[in-house]
């Protein structure tokens, strides 16, 4: 060992010693549970979240966030058009299996958001191509290599 390391030793070890001999441990002291919090399992729960549950609540049920009266659901399984466009069309994903053919949930989108127009304006179109996208880029679904009109399902439940 060279000097150096000796003498780094020497000083660690008396540090050690010293602060052994004259320092306690907070959880020794009277009502130390008022300031110190050892269970960092529950805090780690709490603090980093489940982003993913965070956002299918949000689409499933804008009302949570929003609170606004026309976003109100009586029952989860309906599907009011007062609903975002997103949340239209995340609900519409859940309903779907694994593969979605994107013209057959375009139509089932644009039959609840529409009010009874036959055709598909190009409007709705890039509203719907932007729900795609949106779901997209937060990895809901992916698009297929296995067939080009058909989008991946990526979440969980559903047929």
Same mark, same amino acid.
């Given at each position: 060992?060279?000097? *150096? ?7 660690? %070890? !008396? =540090?050690?010693?010293? *602060?052994?001999?004259?320092?306690? #441990? #907070? ?12 269970? %960092? ?15 299918? %609540?949000?689409? %499933?049920?804008?009302?949570?966030? !929003? +609170? ?8 989860? $399984?309906?599907? #009011?058009?007062? /609903?975002?466009?997103?949340?239209? $069309?995340?609900? !519409?994903?859940?309903?779907? #299996?694994? !593969? ?5 949930? =375009? ?8 009010? $009874?127009? +036959?055709?598909?304006?190009? +409007? ?15 990895? *809901? ?12 399902? /990526?979440? *969980? $439940?559903?047929?």
């Amino acid at each position: 060992m060279r000097p *150096f390391d000796l003498l780094r030793s020497e000083l660690m %070890t !008396l =540090l050690h010693q010293t *602060f052994k001999d004259y320092l306690q #441990p #907070p959880t020794v002291k009277p009502l130390h549970e008022i300031f110190f919090f050892t269970a %960092t399992a529950t805090v780690r729960r709490h603090l980093v979240g489940a982003p993913r549950a965070a956002l299918h %609540t949000a689409l %499933t049920d804008p009302y949570l966030y !929003l +609170e606004h009266p026309d976003l109100e659901i009586q029952d989860q $399984g309906e599907i #009011p058009p007062t /609903l975002p466009d997103i949340c239209v $069309g995340y609900k !519409l994903h859940l309903e779907c #299996p694994r !593969l979605i053919n994107v013209y057959d949930w =375009l139509s089932c989108w644009h039959s609840i958001i529409s009010t $009874g127009a +036959e055709s598909i304006s190009e +409007e709705e179109q890039a509203r719907f191509a932007r729900i795609v996208s949106e779901l997209q880029y937060i990895g *809901f679904i992916k698009s297929s290599t296995r067939k080009t009109d058909h989008v991946a399902r /990526l979440t *969980f $439940g559903g047929s």
